[in-house]
């Protein structure tokens, strides 16, 4: 599986399809610590945030790279989908660590918070970090060229689902009561944030129901993929 991420690497960045999902979040992360100090948790909520958003990006460009013909070789190569599957997902969650470790350490090195966040507060961002790159990630395979063959739709879809999962305290609000259980359905984005913003005056029990809350949609979501994509003919496009 090593030499296969590697050559997954390789072959992305020689796409340099990379370069908008990257560029973006590097900007947003910039404009973000412009100004100094910054509250510790709320930066990191934001900035939280802003990497769901550009790993939803980066895997959809990543998923998309390849093209079809290559595709079908590395998966009779490896003589499974399912294996190759895997693969590319392990290549998107080694991007989405890196990406993790950069954000939160860039602030506390570089001195733009208010205070020193301390073990405690960095170990929790670097989970809600991580937490909602790869949510990003798994909402991002199902819109792959392979299985929506309309670019324009796959990007519709799921720029729709991205505004839709940070919407989801007022959809929360504005839902009657007996739909209220349909906020359950959406990516619990809205949850991991607001533990990050409130981490400092919430339990450790709540915090890791929040983040407990998103690892289930992400590992049901990846799941069903692998599962789906052992059924799927990869000679389409």
């Not at 550009?54 to 990543?62: D, E, I, R």
Request: glycine fraction near 8%; aromatic fraction near 12%; charged fraction near 10%.
């Amino acid at each position: 599986m090593y030499p296969f991420i590697v050559y997954m690497l390789r072959s992305y960045t020689r796409s340099q399809r990379y370069f908008g999902p990257l560029a973006g979040i590097v900007i947003a992360v910039l404009i973000l610590y412009s100004y100094k100090p910054n509250p510790v948790m709320n930066s990191y909520a934001a900035t939280a945030v802003m990497l769901f958003i550009s790993c939803a990006w980066m895997s959809l460009s990543f998923l998309n790279h390849e093209h079809a013909v290559h595709r079908q070789i590395a998966v009779v190569h490896m003589r499974s989908a399912a294996k190759h599957s895997t693969g590319g997902i392990l290549t998107l969650a080694f991007l989405t660590l890196l990406l993790d470790l950069l954000i939160v350490l860039y602030p506390w090195v570089t001195g733009h918070f208010a205070e020193s966040p301390g073990v405690y507060r960095l170990i929790l961002a670097l989970i809600g970090h991580g937490l909602l790159g790869m949510l990003g990630v798994a909402i991002a395979l199902f819109f792959q060229s392979s299985w929506v063959q309309k670019g324009s739709h796959a990007t519709g879809m799921l720029l729709a689902i991205v505004i839709l999962s940070l919407g989801g305290a007022q959809i929360s609000e504005s839902l009657p009561g007996i739909f209220h259980f349909l906020i359950w359905l959406l990516p619990p984005v809205t949850p991991v944030m607001e533990a990050m913003m409130k981490a400092d005056t919430l339990s450790l029990a709540e915090l890791l129901g929040s983040f407990a809350q998103a690892l289930v949609y992400i590992t049901l979501l990846i799941g069903f993929y692998l599962y789906r994509s052992r059924q799927r003919d990869y000679n389409k496009t």
